[in-house]
């Protein structure tokens, strides 16, 4: 019992030191190694061991901390007028609720509609402290460990949005009055600052939000006032000689005072208003100018949030509803090596199942034996899964702190797992091949992605439907799908009458298809469904048919122009390789696709059996659309219309959006809150749209 009571005791131990650690490179030293889930991983553990073992409770515990990390030497120590408190969390309407209970048996007497609250979104920046005397700033510094912060006065006088004088008397009459904020960058502006980075070779910033407290804590604060910061205020901590009665009249003086107010701030009453504000910005929140999080929910009267109390760590009147995360900590049981239609065999993690974004997670992506070696991971290693929308996850590590010595490597495959087929490896390549044309899993991946929704999509065939025909001999390869009657596939097993009719109406109406579809569907090497459409788009160009080609089954278009999907497959290399995002690499792998005698019996087989390519209008033709020619670029938040589908109606009408301004830009179309793209359309005085200006404009056309 002794011994088991030390290990847990050094376990304890190592979690703090390690925590410690992180939290040091994380707020000290800007330079994060570990993941924010990785990291609450290390955390829900010790905060997990020290409730199950009190006897080995310690007051400078990384858990019982308000901040994270003391201030860095380099920068002068100032200490905060009150605790900046950290915000505890909920992460499901169930636990908000709870918290909302607790709050009304604090309060018994205020009837629940009566206790209000004020709702923002949670931003993903670096908390800041704004100290102004008589109207003058005269001092910006960090959080810090809650009780003491840095003073980066200089820096923070660099933002741009931040007033070194508030606005209006009221304002101006106060001795001292201090803010809380968020110093952050807006998403179009980081992802322009990475790429000024990457073009002066220097090192790029992780996320957005590490490279603001890498900004804000330059001593040089030249630096700073070349990176695009932005700040926007959400409390008033500090009022020398008065008091505000509500957290939401703070904000209106914020605004009022000139001061770069929290946006999208709402008062609600219910539990069903917090909801639909939640469910609302999950909705929005890839359309927001900036990273947040998840909403922050207030007690909006002072006098309640009095009342109420704090703990040492955070105020029980304030709660963080964070979003789902898009990373987890699961256990990696084993790897399975699949090939893929390419002939390529891929590793795929089998994971322990956890629930992440909305769906159960039970597989991973590790792409390639190289990418296996620089994570370092092993079979029975804690891993750190990321997921982001309907892709497969990625690993991002191995836990490797908390390894149990009983983790296995991972052996690539001699064989290919489905023939048996000798595997190759050519030099210079990162994936395994197995070099079997005739690969029953080769054979059944390059259909099941024929048929699939972004290709020829044949409605109610996937991949078990494709290797039934495969197995009882129907087909041997995609052409062969055109040639399926009802009677073929009666006979299978739970198809049925009604079903085997359907599937070959849907297999009729997918012979006419999108030249870029199509492309995509012959599963060129490197070629996607965005290469696809560069390929389409560049070979729009009229041009006579030659003679030689006058007896190419495939060549007339019908203007009778040679057809783009003649161009592409007879193009040089030459030309394809100075087509902007294809390459040498992608150009041979179309040059090899097409010069190849089994894909050309086989295109000529589609073709016989009756596909037709439908192709865009040719570009002489297209000048006549009414936004021919003008590039758009887009900033802010649009209210009667999402950025996506304005984007699709300039691309519509023959416009074309990019996602920075130029001297090439014709129009910077402006919603709310815009980036640093704004100002610099006022610099090249480029056309400036706002919304309804913009609507107005795709009306008439």
């Not at 965005?530 to 390929?535: D, I």
Request: with cysteine; aromatic share 8%; proline share 5%.
């Amino acid at each position: 019992m002794k011994n088991d009571l030390n290990k847990i005791h050094d376990e304890i131990e190592n979690l703090r030191k390690d925590i410690e650690r992180h939290n040091n490179l994380y707020y000290v030293k800007n330079a994060p190694k570990i993941s924010d889930a990785e990291y609450d991983a290390l955390f829900d553990r010790l905060l997990e061991l020290e409730s199950h073992y009190p006897e080995f409770t310690d007051a400078n515990s990384p858990t019982r901390r308000i901040g994270a990390a003391a201030p860095a030497h380099e920068f002068a120590s100032v200490k905060h007028p009150v605790t900046l408190l950290s915000l505890n969390k909920v992460n499901s309407e169930e636990q908000f609720i709870e918290f909302h209970n607790r709050i009304a048996k604090l309060l018994p007497e205020i009837p629940s509609e009566q206790i209000g609250y004020t709702v923002t979104p949670k931003l993903d920046g670096l908390s800041i402290r704004l100290r102004y005397e008589n109207g003058a700033l005269v001092l910006g510094a960090t959080r810090g460990d809650g009780s003491r912060g840095e003073n980066i006065t200089q820096n923070v006088r660099t933002i741009r949005n931040i007033p070194h004088y508030l606005l209006g008397n009221e304002a101006q009459n106060i001795p001292i009055i201090e803010f809380r904020g968020e110093a952050l960058f807006h998403t179009d502006d980081f992802a322009e600052l990475n790429r000024k980075l990457d073009a002066q070779d220097e090192k790029r910033f992780v996320n957005a939000r590490n490279g603001a407290a890498g900004s804000l804590r330059q001593l040089d604060s030249n630096i700073t006032a070349n990176r695009p910061l932005r700040a926007y205020i959400y409390d008033i901590i500090h009022v020398y000689g008065g008091s505000f009665a509500a957290h939401y009249e703070m904000l209106e003086f914020i605004k009022n005072a000139g001061l770069p107010r929290i946006p999208y701030a709402k008062y609600c009453t219910t539990v069903e208003q917090m909801s639909e504000y939640f469910e609302w910005i999950t909705e929005n929140r890839d359309n927001l100018p900036f990273e947040i999080d998840g909403i922050v929910i207030k007690v909006n009267s002072v006098e309640f949030q009095n009342r109420i109390g704090a703990v040492s760590h955070h105020p029980r009147w304030a709660v963080a509803w964070k979003f789902p995360s898009h990373e987890a900590v699961t256990t990696l049981l084993d790897v399975q090596w699949q090939v893929g239609r390419s002939s390529v065999i891929t590793p795929v993690a089998v994971l322990e199942p956890i629930f992440l974004s909305g769906v159960t997670i039970s597989h991973a992506s590790l792409h390639n034996e190289d990418e296996i070696e620089r994570l370092g991971v092993k079979i029975g290693d804690k891993v750190v899964i990321k997921r982001a929308g309907d892709v497969i996850p990625d690993i991002v590590k191995p836990l490797v702190e908390l390894r149990t010595g009983d983790e296995k490597d991972i052996e690539p495959p001699i064989v290919c797992p489905e023939c048996n087929s000798k595997l190759s490896k050519p030099e210079g390549e990162v994936f395994r091949r197995c070099p079997n044309r005739f690969c029953s899993a080769v054979i059944s991946e390059s259909i099941t992605h024929f048929v699939s929704r972004q290709a020829f999509d044949i409605e109610g065939l996937g991949s078990k439907q494709v290797d039934s025909l495969l197995e009882k001999e129907l087909i041997a390869d995609a052409a062969d799908l055109f040639t399926l009657t009802p009677e073929k596939l009666v006979p299978l097993e739970r198809w049925g009458e009604k079903l085997a009719v359907k599937i070959v109406e849907n297999i009729e109406k997918s012979k006419r298809i999108p030249l870029q579809r199509f492309l995509y569907a012959l599963g060129i090497p490197g070629i996607g469904e965005h290469l696809a459409r560069v390929l389409v788009d560049y070979f729009k160009r009229p041009t006579e048919l030659a003679n030689e080609q006058q007896s190419d089954l495939f060549a007339k278009h019908p203007t009778g122009k040679i057809s783009i999907f003649q161009k592409i497959r007879s193009a040089a290399f030459e030309e394809l390789k100075e087509i902007h995002e294809i390459g040498p690499q992608t150009a041979q792998s179309i040059i090899d696709f097409f010069t190849d005698d089994h894909n050309k019996s086989f295109l000529k087989k589609v073709f016989r059996f009756g596909v037709t390519i439908e192709e865009p209008s040719l570009d002489e033709e297209s000048d006549e659309k009414p936004l021919y020619g003008k590039v758009f670029v887009f900033t802010g938040e649009l209210s009667s219309i999402t950025r996506n589908e304005a984007k699709k109606l300039v691309i519509e009408f023959g416009g074309k959006v990019t996602g920075s301004v130029s001297r090439n830009t014709d129009y910077v179309v402006v919603g709310e809150n815009p980036g640093g793209k704004y100002n610099k359309a006022i610099r090249f005085d480029i056309e400036i749209l706002d919304e309804n200006k913009f609507i107005e404009i795709i009306k008439q056309k």
